[in-house]
């Protein structure tokens, strides 16, 4: 559905009159991603603390991706609205006086982004440090991203990586990530910490095609968030195996019939549903390199008036379908099955991190997507396959169309970018996390919420 406030005030001249005399908010028009657009929209800064443990490796990655870095120190003067990007290794911060040198350089690299510019930080996990003010001084980072994202304007927005010790020596975990965040495929994740460790990382000829030659398999895919999933993973060189319930089956061939794939009508909650995706896997003569778990229902009632059917259903759905089809999918000997180095994703969502009234059936199973993803990375660490989980937000699809209009708006604009998300913009974060170079991302939930304030 279309955001009209969002159409009147930036697209209509007396709307954009009115909203400039009377300070009406204005939500930025954001930049997403289009085949052959430079990473960023102008130079990259980048700055370290005390010469930095991956400084370097982060120049590499960015210069080798098409863009210009500058090098950032508190001396350093930029044009406003000059960046596309600033970049702080601080890995090295181990003192709360420490983080004054961060500030001192990185306020004025901030201050110069642009439209649709990028604040990332690299940073090591609280838990990995071996004293107390080294561990709180990683964990302000955090709080300081958060808050920089909530500053920021112009479509801009700020995330966080942290990077495990381990991985300080294998900087290759950190391309993929840094490409992502840098780019404008992340253009409605804003506020998020993202948790890389070491991991071979495959090479990949191409990273604008990571997928060139694989199979990947999206459920519910017949509309909406599943069908844009199903063409972006085509986009990145997949052959696409779609699947969703036979009385959607018109749209799904239609799905199927745009990006070349296969459609596949199947009721993702029978008991030999993970057995017939495995089969149509193996007619395509190759092993499984990711599924997406996209399929879900809401069946809306209060708690205390909700049923078993009801309640039931919703879980059977969201929740059970995905870890028998995994279950399934996970036997090594099976033909068409996960094959090693293999990407598992889940659909949560923020109502599984807030709450949200009349949904806690739905809450309960996307809560339990993020519980399952978080246990069984560690068992599928040993065979390379990493599971994670994207929790979109408010994002405009025919679901969202059908909410109140009060409702509608708050849900629109209670996140820092003041507007709804796009079912591209799950996608592509989806699709960043099925990539060979995301080898080092396992267990993780990614929001894909523009900073939503719901759960936070």
Request: glycine share 12%; charged share 20%; hydrophobic share 45%.
């Amino acid at each position: 559905m279309a955001d009209n406030y969002s159409n009147f005030v930036n697209k209509n001249p007396l709307g954009r009159k009115i909203a400039g005399t009377v300070g009406l908010p204005k939500p930025p028009v954001l930049r997403r991603y289009e085949p052959g657009q430079d990473l960023t929209t102008g130079p990259v800064a980048i700055g370290s603390f005390d010469g930095g443990n991956i400084a370097k490796a982060l120049t590499s990655i960015v210069e080798s991706s098409g863009a210009a870095v500058l090098t950032a120190t508190p001396e350093s003067t930029y044009d406003k609205g000059s960046l596309g990007a600033a970049v702080y290794d601080a890995t090295g911060i181990r003192t709360i006086d420490d983080l004054e040198s961060f500030r001192a350089t990185f306020a004025p690299a901030v201050k110069a982004l642009g439209k649709s510019a990028r604040a990332l930080i690299i940073a090591t996990p609280p838990a990995e440090q071996d004293d107390p003010e080294a561990a709180a001084a990683q964990q302000a980072l955090e709080g300081i991203m958060r808050s920089i994202g909530k500053e920021l304007l112009r479509g801009a927005t700020a995330n966080l990586i942290w990077l495990s010790r381990d991985a300080f020596d294998e900087p290759e975990v950190l391309a993929s990530p840094v490409r992502f965040f840098l780019s404008s495929r992340s253009a409605y994740v804003g506020g998020q910490p993202l948790r890389v460790g070491a991991a071979p990382v495959p090479e990949v000829e191409d990273w604008r095609v990571p997928l060139k030659g694989e199979v990947a398999v999206v459920t519910g895919a017949a509309r909406g968030i599943g069908a844009k999933i199903a063409e972006v993973f085509a986009r990145q060189g997949a052959t696409v195996i779609v699947v969703d319930i036979p009385a959607a089956g018109e749209s799904l061939a239609k799905v199927a019939n745009k990006i070349g794939g296969v459609a596949l009508q199947l009721d993702i909650t029978a008991p030999d549903a993970g057995a017939k995706i495995a089969e149509a896997v193996a007619r395509k003569g190759d092993k499984l390199a990711a599924i997406v778990h996209n399929a879900g229902i809401t069946r809306d009632k209060l708690f205390v008036n909700d049923d078993k059917d009801r309640w039931g259903s919703v879980i059977a759905v969201n929740i059970k379908a995905e870890m028998a089809i995994n279950a399934t999918l996970l036997d090594p000997s099976l033909p068409g099955g996960l094959k090693e180095g293999g990407r598992i994703i889940g659909v949560a969502s923020t109502s599984g991190i807030g709450g949200n009234r009349g949904q806690a059936n739905y809450a309960a199973s996307k809560a339990g997507v993020m519980g399952l993803v978080r246990a069984e990375a560690p068992e599928l660490a040993p065979r390379q396959i990493t599971i994670n989980a994207v929790a979109p937000g408010f994002i405009e699809t025919e679901m969202t169309a059908k909410i109140p209009f009060a409702t509608r708006e708050v849900g629109r604009r209670i996140n820092a970018l003041m507007q709804g998300g796009l079912p591209v913009d799950v996608a592509e974060a989806i699709a960043f996390l099925a990539e060979p170079g995301s080898a080092g991302v396992t267990g993780q939930v990614l929001r894909v919420c523009g900073h939503s304030q719901l759960g936070a």
